[in-house]
């Protein structure tokens, strides 16, 4: 446990953490992904290539430093990181490799005067003290999944049962259960974790899952990243027929279960948990508004569909923004708009009725529009909610 003096030494490396953290960060998972094979799997190369986990986890010592002595006000960060753990099936004995290094990191870059040995006990108290708070709540995830209807502990074998292009970049995977089994109810907005051999190594990655629960299947919407690792071998390796190794569903992002009325607003990718989202609340005839920003009408995956469903549902209002092409004309149901969308467009396109249950997604420019405009419409905050390709991050500047 952290006693009053160690708490007292983490909140004075605040000022550090705020200016020197990504640097700190940045070293640490240099030495551990150099030097540790066992938690390679874990981690997305191209999230280390572009600074975006060494940025994230920069921020999150930080908030922990701060809020070290009530972490209440942490909020929804440890529901992200925990979940993000349990669909890779991070274990306990990841959390001591994780921790050396993390103490190895501080003393080398703050250098042995700031980091003395007084303040390398105070942090390595404080992550044990996280480490427990989260290896107690994963332990709990994992027994919970394994004990539900059509859940599982560690890895379940799913075959490939179809796989469809939804555009030049988007490819959607149905996977049935190779058991035969069924296959969890899980919420609307939750990721799966796949475990695959790539070029002989092992390679671990978050998909969301682009349908609604129905007891039989799962089913992925991965897009194809110019860097990507795992989304290129899906592409190009994975045919139907063909086994993944799967972990059960995890996320915190999920469906409300109230009956207000519903916006769900993506660009890109994003739309793949908000796909699954649209399902259950039109199974449930509540009011939706789906806005989807992408870059042209050919690169908007899912477009047929959705307007299939907009001309089956009179509760479902779709619009749809296009960057770079001319936008097809308004149809029922649907309004469509050119060039990139601003705030001024996105607050006509939200209901006149503000007391809604709102979720958004995509890339952190178009959330960060998004949190503004829903603010500004007068949507409540705690009505707000979104979440973040990768890395666990804040839509803070």
Known sequence: ???????????????????????????????????????????????????????????SVLMYAKHIDDLSGLGDLPAQIIHKHVSLQVQPEHYPIVGAYLLRAIREVLGAEIATDEVIDAWGAAYGQLADILISAEKSMYADNAQLEGGWAGVRRFVVARKQAETSEITSFTLHPEDGGKVVAYQAGQFIGLRLLVNGKEQRRNYSLSQAADGRSLRISVKREAQGVVSSHLHTQVHEGDVLEVFAPAGHFTLDDSDKPL??????????????????????????????????????AFRTQLIELAAQHSHLQLRFSYEQEAAPENTEGVQ?????PDAAL???WLPVQRDVQAYFLGPVGFMRLAQTVLRDAGVPKAQSHHEFFGPAQALAA
């Not at 700190?24 to 981690?43: D, G, I, K, R, W």
């Not at 259950?280 to 009408?297: D, E, G, V």
């Not at 469509?336 to 990139?340: F, K, L, N, R, S």
């Open 1 to 59: 446990m952290l006693n009053e003096r160690q708490r007292a030494i983490v909140k004075s490396t605040v000022p550090l953490l705020e200016a020197g953290g990504e640097a700190l960060t940045t070293h640490f998972y240099q030495l551990m992904l150099s030097e540790n094979e066992a938690v390679q799997p874990l981690f997305n190369s191209v999230h280390q290539q572009t600074g975006a986990q060494p940025r994230a986890l920069a921020r």
């Open 263 to 300: 916006v769900l607003m993506a660009a890109g990718v994003g739309i793949t948990p908000l796909m699954a989202m649209l399902e259950k609340a039109l199974a449930a005839q509540r009011p939706t508004t789906l806005i989807h920003c992408t870059r042209s009408p050919d690169l908007q």
């Open 336 to 340: 469509v708009a050119t060039g990139m």
């Open 346 to 348: 996105l607050q006509a």
